[in-house]
């Protein structure tokens, strides 16, 4: 007995040397000019063009053991610079290449949006997950601690390769992500909070469209019965929880009625991926049920232990990846679109009341389209997080001796403002300005000196001032009617 318990320590010991967070390689998969993004996206305020990478690095897995992981770097393309440093969270993938680091490669996955927070002066890392990418196993769908820890680990190996790569980055963290990314930025941004060791601050984080009530908004909606097009989030959260915690149910039948337990089982071993399971239930759903509602799915006794008994491992499992129950410091944004048909808004209104009422002092909650869908809500989303980012984004200059500091081609003051801005500059250029939907609303040439724009008409939100002349572009993101 002692004799295995020795071995048991020094195998614990091994794991844990092992698991140190280390780059196991780093390669370069593609660049963009300024105007290769400009034409890209059809924004015309890039200030950067960008480089992007594969990385790989090790993590723990949910059992503890270490595992290599993967994900998508990108940075801007003037080293001179000093950058903050961003998370992207993705979305769901629908099979394990639809990641960040395949982007560029048929299948792909949300590599545009780090490559275009690049282009905006942030340093972005965007990992894959667990049981995505390169990462062995089953993916813990929605499982909050594993993505915390998968992105600290990659911010953790990433300090290994700024020099490698000649990139230099100062002390500012943003965080946001869309969908599960929302979800998991959310628990990335608690984790950083609440980490005793203080090892990272938030400097502003915007969460978009996530089910942060895992175990009470999307519960209570599956158990609803309602018609709901997405089948297939259920059994693979419900599978990601099985993996995790290894009590939900014995077996998949034992949690799903054929005929959709022999998808789902097909699934779990792998031979069809998350957007053909979720067709398939949804076309077995309409055919059997006359409509596709999931909850149908579950086994009878199942749904009902899991509707009367709070304490089911089921329920117990969805409250543990509840994200929405504590109080962020940082300034803090949750963008949300009432019709959203994925992702009830409700998950944004309940984090809202929970968050204030435990006396969140820098929190905003918008809903950004009462009519845009999942899908639609993506671009005003990420653009009102790009504008809000940018009113913090902190970007210097290398230190080199006899060089001169960095300096604004324009401020723009007051901000927040009501009634009215001025814009001062030592130089002539072309000012525009866009509201926090990419929209133009002012165009025109601003002499040096002071300027006066009067804010009369315009609507309560962020815009974003874009100034340029011969010596560059300058970005300014201002509060109206804050």
């Known amino acids: 007995m002692q004799k295995h318990r020795f071995l048991l320590l020094l195998l614990l010991i091994g794991q844990s040397t092992l698991s140190a967070q280390q780059i196991i390689s780093h390669t370069l998969i593609g660049a963009k000019t300024q105007a290769q993004l400009t034409a890209q996206f059809g924004l015309p305020f890039f200030q950067y063009g960008a480089r992007y990478y594969k990385v790989r690095y090790t993590t723990p897995d949910v059992y503890g053991v270490t595992d290599t992981v993967s994900g998508l770097l990108t940075v801007p393309d003037n080293a001179a610079k000093v950058y903050p440093r961003?998370?992207?969270?993705?979305?769901?993938?629908?099979?394990?290449?639809?990641?960040?680091?395949?982007?560029?490669?048929?299948?792909?996955?949300?590599?545009?949006?780090?490559?275009?927070?690049?282009?905006?002066?942030?340093?972005?890392?965007?990992?894959?997950?667990?049981?995505?990418?390169?990462?062995?196993?089953?993916?813990?769908?929605?499982?909050?601690?594993?993505?915390?820890?998968?992105?600290?680990?990659?911010?953790?190996?990433?300090?290994?390769?700024?020099?490698?790569?000649?990139?230099?980055?100062?002390?500012?963290?943003?965080?946001?992500?869309?969908?599960?990314?929302?979800?998991?930025?959310?628990?990335?941004?608690?984790?950083?909070?609440?980490?005793?060791?203080?090892?990272?601050?938030?400097?502003a984080a915007a969460h978009l469209s996530g089910p942060y009530s895992i175990g009470e908004v999307m519960r209570d909606f599956i158990l609803a019965d309602a018609v709901y097009y997405y089948p297939g989030y259920i059994p693979n959260t419900l599978l990601s929880y099985q993996t995790v915690y290894g009590n939900l149910f014995n077996q998949i039948s034992d949690g799903f009625k054929q005929p959709y337990a022999a998808l789902i089982e097909q699934f779990y071993a792998g031979q069809i991926n998350l957007g053909d399971l979720n067709d398939d239930l949804v076309d077995l759903l309409i055919a059997t049920e006359g409509a596709c509602r999931p909850t149908r799915m579950l086994n009878d006794s199942l749904r009902q232990v899991v509707a009367t008994n709070p304490n089911h491992p089921v329920n117990v499992a969805l409250r543990d990846n509840n994200v929405y129950q504590w109080t962020p410091e940082a300034p803090t944004r949750i963008y949300y679109c009432k019709a959203d048909d994925q992702v009830p808004y409700l998950n944004s209104l309940l984090a809202r009341d929970t968050m204030l009422s435990r006396s969140a002092l820098m929190l905003g909650v918008a809903d950004l389209d009462s009519t845009a869908d999942h899908g639609e809500c993506v671009a005003p989303a990420l653009t009102n997080t790009l504008f809000f980012f940018?009113?913090?984004?902190?970007?210097?200059?290398?230190?080199?001796?006899?060089?001169?500091?960095?300096?604004?081609?324009?401020?723009?003051?007051?901000?927040?403002?009501?009634?009215?801005?001025?814009?001062?500059?030592?130089?002539?250029?072309?000012?525009?300005?866009?509201?926090?939907?990419?929209?133009?609303?002012?165009?025109?040439?601003?002499?040096?000196?002071?300027?006066?724009?009067?804010?009369?008409?315009?609507?309560?939100?962020?815009?974003?001032?874009?100034?340029?002349?011969?010596?560059g572009t300058d970005l300014e993101t201002v509060l109206v009617g804050g």
Do not use: C
């Open 86 to 203: 961003l998370v992207y969270q993705h979305g769901t993938s629908s099979s394990k290449n639809n990641v960040p680091s395949r982007y560029g490669q048929p299948g792909g996955g949300e590599g545009d949006i780090p490559v275009l927070f690049a282009g905006m002066g942030f340093v972005t890392l965007a990992p894959d997950y667990l049981g995505l990418g390169d990462s062995r196993g089953f993916h813990p769908y929605v499982h909050a601690a594993s993505q915390a820890w998968v992105a600290q680990d990659m911010l953790r190996a990433f300090e290994s390769l700024q020099g490698q790569i000649n990139v230099h980055t100062n002390d500012q963290l943003f965080i946001t992500g869309y969908s599960q990314g929302g979800h998991a930025a959310m628990a990335l941004h608690r984790a950083v909070e609440q980490d005793p060791a203080n090892e990272y601050n938030v400097t």
């Open 390 to 471: 940018l009113g913090y984004r902190q970007i210097g200059d290398v230190v080199r001796t006899g060089e001169p500091a960095l300096r604004d081609l324009i401020s723009v003051l007051p901000n927040p403002a009501d009634q009215y801005v001025q814009i001062q500059s030592d130089q002539d250029g072309d000012l525009e300005v866009y509201d926090y939907n990419g929209r133009l609303v002012r165009q025109q040439q601003v002499p040096a000196g002071a300027h006066r724009i009067d804010l009369g008409d315009w609507r309560k939100g962020y815009y974003l001032f874009v100034f340029k002349n011969k010596t």
